[in-house]
Structures are given as structure tokens and as C-alpha cells.
């Protein structure tokens, strides 16, 4: 049997052990608010608020993507922001439902771009960028999903626009030339294409 004198010491040492932990961990935050720790190192990170719902994670999964993700009160995922392990980068926001709304993302082949999704999920507009200048803009059936028109300009900044059916085949184009020159393009239903004469600016303008 334990004598009466080694149970107390062994109590005593068992609430120092307590209470000099709690004071580590005290200090050690008194130190985060303090500004006085420069560096910390975990593989998570979890913030919550007040009533302790999960607001947002910070984790590198185990591909080695970066992931940062936002949660509203009801512990809905709204936004992310994720770096892959070979460079590429997206910013997500989403609905209520959990269905992308925004996405911008840089991948790494130099092409960017900003896609807008409609309330059923399905895209219905894009804006991007390649490495060589190439820009267009796209925009999407809301309910098939599939192109309607795009709007775009080559690396030597001459422009087209070109308009597509209910299965996203071409059917119209407006294009000018570097040199000036306009044309129009049309495909009929058995993709036959009718072109229109070029048409130079110089002629439009008389």
C-alpha cells in the first residue's frame, strides 16, 4: 500500500504536471498574440468559430496539393483556393448546394482563365488566356452545357467570332484578316461551308 506522504508527492507532482502544461500552452498563446512566435509548423490547420463549427481547413493532401477551403456556418464548403504539386493554381466559389459558381485557374502551360457556372452546375461562360496571347471568350448553354458563340483573337490580335448550333457545331463565322480583310463563313445543316466574298475595310468605308 502506498504510504500517505508518496500519494501527496504523487499527486502534487501529477497538478504541477497539469497546470505547468496548461501554462505552456497559456503562454504559448499568449506568445501567438504577442506577435512573438514567428514560425509554426503543422501539417493542418482547422479555424472555428465561436461554437466551435469548423470554418475553414488548411492541409496539404497526400497528392501534395495545398489546400485552403472556406466553410459558411452550416459547414458548406463556398470557397477554396488550391496549388498542385507541379504548379497549377485555382480559386473556386460555390452555391449553397456545393456546385461551382467561379472558378479562376492558372495551369502550367501557361494557359489562365475565369469560368461561370449556372445555378444547375453547368457552365455558361468562359474567359482565357494561352501562353502565346490567345484570348477567348465562350459562352455555353445553360441547360446542354455545350457552346452557343465564341469571341476570340489570335496571337497577332486579329479577331473572330463564331456562332454554333444546339450540338455545338460551327454553323456561322465573322473573321478580319491581318490584312485587313474581312470574311464571313456559313455551314449549312449537311456542314456544307458557303463563303462570302472577302470583303476589305477599305472597301467597307467608301
Known sequence: MMKPETRLYALLTLIGAI???????????????????????????????????????????????????????????????????????????????????????????????LAIYSTGGKQIASLAVTENNEASLTLYDPKTGMARAGLGTGPNGTPALALFDQ??????????RADGKGGLVLVDENNKAIRLPELSTTTAQR
Request: aromatic share 6%; proline share 1%.
Open 167 to 176: 450540338s455545338g457545331t460551327d454553323r456561322a463565322e465573322i473573321h478580319v
Open 19 to 113: 497546470v505547468g502544461g496548461a501554462m505552456t500552452q497559456l503562454g504559448a498563446s499568449a506568445a501567438v498574440a504577442s506577435g512573438h512566435v514567428r514560425t509554426l509548423s503543422a501539417e493542418q490547420f482547422v479555424l472555428l468559430d465561436r461554437d466551435g463549427t469548423q470554418r475553414a481547413v488548411m492541409k496539404v493532401a497526400s497528392d501534395g496539393t495545398t489546400h485552403l477551403a472556406m466553410y459558411d456556418g452550416y459547414k458548406r464548403d463556398r470557397a477554396d483556393f488550391r496549388v498542385t504539386k507541379d504548379g497549377a493554381a485555382a480559386i473556386g466559389f460555390y452555391d449553397q448546394s456545393g456546385s461551382p459558381r467561379v472558378l479562376v485557374g492558372a495551369s502550367i502551360d501557361g494557359r489562365n482563365g
